[in-house]
């Protein structure tokens, strides 16, 4: 099956930056959409930023303008930058991808926490 492994992701100061990675075990031709969620403890797990048909990005207003995702084809990876973060950015971020044909996968996640 697809596999997705998150890193990158730490304590760091309000105004600091972080970069998420996700290794993807297929192509991303195979794939309809790729992107990352976010789940604060206690909360519902929210879409933060995705590339839908492998060129158009989506980012939710909370992050737009601070929050740039990206992919690189020839190392199957996906990228979060996060920059100028505040401390309701804190959570789990995880990669997601819907896989043509199969659904959803999701990987394991990595936590984000920054401090004020």
């Known amino acids: 099956q697809v596999q997705l492994v998150e890193s990158g992701g730490g304590l760091v100061q309000a105004g600091g930056s972080l970069r998420l990675s996700c290794a993807v075990s297929g192509s991303f031709y195979r794939f309809n959409a790729v992107g990352w969620y976010r789940q604060a403890p206690g909360k519902q797990r929210d879409l933060v930023a995705e590339?839908?048909?492998?060129?158009?990005?989506n980012y939710p207003d909370s992050v737009k303008g601070r929050f740039t995702i990206s992919r690189d084809d020839a190392k199957n990876t996906l990228y979060l930058q996060m920059n100028s973060l505040k401390p309701e950015d804190s959570g789990v971020y995880y990669c997601?991808?819907?896989?043509?044909?199969?659904?959803?996968?999701w990987g394991q996640g990595t936590q984000v926490t920054v401090s004020s």
């Open positions: 997601h991808a819907n896989v043509r044909y199969q659904g959803d996968y």
């Open positions: 590339i839908i048909s492998e060129d158009i990005t």
